[in-house]
């Protein structure tokens, strides 16, 4: 029982340590996982460390020892039937370790009620599956739960929006199986439901699984804000078994704030090895066992004497004589002295009108002649007078120690009691209601004391021997895991000298390969670019030859539409195609006609604008340019040296200066970057530059329009 009861304490300690680390050090950090694991670890430590114990061994001192069962019981005995009344204290321990067990079962038949409850609420709801998760829709009105991979709820109580997001809450806790965790947080409390510190624990342990839940409900959601809002409605949330993982939680508070806590860092993980030093501090404190070997020493035999009155029967004495073990060559009582005893010396007489006073003086009295005397336990009638008193003796000189304890009849007073001492320093107390007083004395056992001894000797040899038997096994195996350790420190020495060998074969035949995959790679690589810069200059080369023989000229908003121009060549109107395949050096002159002159002169055909081409050698006169109003020209990511030193010609025919500057191309040769000044000479700048890198440049426009400098990007 004693044992049970100190393994509860110490179980009880160690909880404590765990719960004040976790509340001091990692309450507040956002390592829901590995607090999971530690908590766990606090129960499993509760219950094992207990009963983890270190032994050390001490040598000390033999020390005399004597029994002085006999002086102390068998003269009570042999006194005339003396009423003496020994009480036994109350048993507290065992009291309490029923009061334990019968909360343990009431708590564990309440266990096994929500269990019942439980299953019986899976059976009576609708079944369905759903990726490997069993959904229970009951009609009951209770907060949505689950219980590994059930999960119980009714959808009648939120909207679909809301039951998703909860739903998806309780996945989690099936996921991660923290139903696990609270049953075996239910049982550890049932055991050690006597410790507050232990609802506590489970308090927190249900919490932290909270907030893994959300943590993984709250990675699937866009926003933080929808989680906490149905934190919110269910603030208030119905009935729901404590086995078992619930999306409402009263600490609805501390879910929202851990929620927005930012991500602790990672060298917070220090503050998990604090618990080490407590538990080794706990451990060296409190499960040590020291065991102590007495030192071999000559043996000491003391005297026994034992005392009687003259009133005593005849038949005291051989009662005694039989009843008293010999050892050796002692048959029994050596000597026997029925004269007075003048070496008796009496010290004080306790009679049932002490005072506490007085009682006081003799313990100092007795103290200035070496033995130390408490008393305790005193009791009065209604006289006044003392019914029952213990006293607690030490004399150091004799080494006897004990307690006599004397107790009247209901309420009838004790009989006088005389405490004395003997010239050869022995001290005895006890009934003083006695004429005289008469000292047996007899050789103390010597055999005995020699058997003693020896057993003592015999189990000094024996732990001397068992303790270097554990030397010599330890310091063979300690030879045999030396041997060990270098033929493997020898094995993985040569292994390590092979696999050298092999990672630098592997190594110059990976650099082989790899110097001929570079050289295959460059040689593709300068194949490839042979390629594109011959296909490149032949795009170029071409490009020359149709641009040489080709004239762009860009017309923008002619009319007041955005229809198409109409195309007249010589006197004839034609289609766009044919006006892209003329060659430049047959055209004499080109006008452009827009609004009412175009209509005036071509109709409704002429409304979005006319372009009027004139070929040397057609015959035609050439048409006056009534309403000029757009000159530009056009460049691309792809536009070479040569266009943009054509445009630069084109346009200084209307007197405007155009310049390309800060010319940046890719690999492929598009244009990446390029800068573009205008200057109409009349005082009108502007300037642009385009920086689309790494990507090319898109199709711009430049020249002039309605009297107006431009620079714009295409469509």
Known sequence: MEAFFIYLMKSAGILIIFFLAYKLFLQKETFFNLNRHFLLGGILASLVLPLVVFTSYIYVEPTVSFDNSLLMNVPLELVEKESVEQS?????????IKIYLIGVVAFM??????????????????????????????????????????????????????????????????????????????LFATLLWVNPIVWLYKKDIQQNLEFLADKSAVSKLPSKKNYQHTLLKVSVAPYCTSITNNFYNSLIKKRIVMLNQSTSKTRNLWKYTLILPALALFLMSFNTETVEIVKESEPVFPAFEFFYSAQSSNSALPIFENSMPTLGNTEGIVQRNFGPASFVEIIVKITKDTTKEELDKIRLDMKEKGVEIKFSDIDY???????????????KDSENSGVY????????????????????????????????????????????????????????????????????????????????????????????????????????????????????????REEHRAKMMEER??????????????????????????????????????????IVTLDKDKIESMNVLKGDSAIEVYGDEGKDGVIKIVTKGSGENHFTEHNLTALTVKINKASTKEIFNKYVKVLAKDNIDLKFS??????????????????????????????????????????????????TRGY
């Open 381 to 395: 009638n209604s006289d006044g007078e003392i019914t029952s008193i213990r006293i607690k003796y030490n004399d």
């Open 109 to 186: 038949l309440h266990f096994i009620i929500q269990l019942l409850s439980l299953f019986r609420l899976i059976r009576s709801g609708k079944l369905t599956k759903s990726k490997g998760f069993n959904m229970i829709e009951v009609s009951e009105n209770i907060s949505p739960f689950s219980f590994f991979n059930y999960i119980i709820y009714n959808s009648n109580s939120y909207s679909v929006k809301d039951l998703k997001i909860i739903l998806n809450h309780e996945k989690a806790h099936g996921r991660q199986l923290h139903s696990l965790d609270i049953l075996i947080t239910q």
């Open 537 to 578: 200059e032949e795009r170029r080369m071409k490009r020359k030859d149709k641009d040489s023989n080709r004239f762009v000229y860009v017309v923008r908003n002619t009319g007041k539409s955005n229809g198409k121009p109409l195309y007249v060549v010589d006197g004839d109107i034609v289609k766009e195609e044919i």
């Open 662 to 711: 800060k010319i940046r191309r890719d690999k492929n040769g598009n244009i990446t970057r390029i800068k573009i000044d205008l200057d109409d000479n009349k005082g009108n700048k502007t300037s642009s530059t385009y920086n689309t890198a790494p990507e090319a440049i898109p199709e711009i426009i430049i020249g002039k329009k309605n009297s107006k400098l431009t620079i």
């Open 88 to 96: 036994a204290p109350f048993d507290w321990l065992t009291l309490l």
């Open 405 to 524: 304890h004397v107790k009247g009849d209901d309420d009838d007073p004790i009989e006088t009691i005389l405490i004395q001492t003997k010239e050869n320093g022995g001290f005895s107390i006890g009934n003083a209601n006695r004429d005289k007083i008469h000292v047996i004395r007899m050789k103390e056992h010597e055999e005995r004391m020699h058997e003693r001894e020896h057993k003592m000797k015999e189990r000094n040899e024996r732990i001397k021997h068992e303790h270097e038997v554990r030397l010599e096994e330890h310091k063979e195996r300690m030879e045999e895991h030396k041997a060990q350790m270098e033929d493997r420190k020898a094995r993985m020495k040569e292994e390590h000298e092979v696999r050298i060998i092999e990672l630098k074969e592997r190594h110059e035949k990976m650099k082989g390969e790899h110097e001929e995959r570079i050289n295959e790679h460059k040689q593709l």
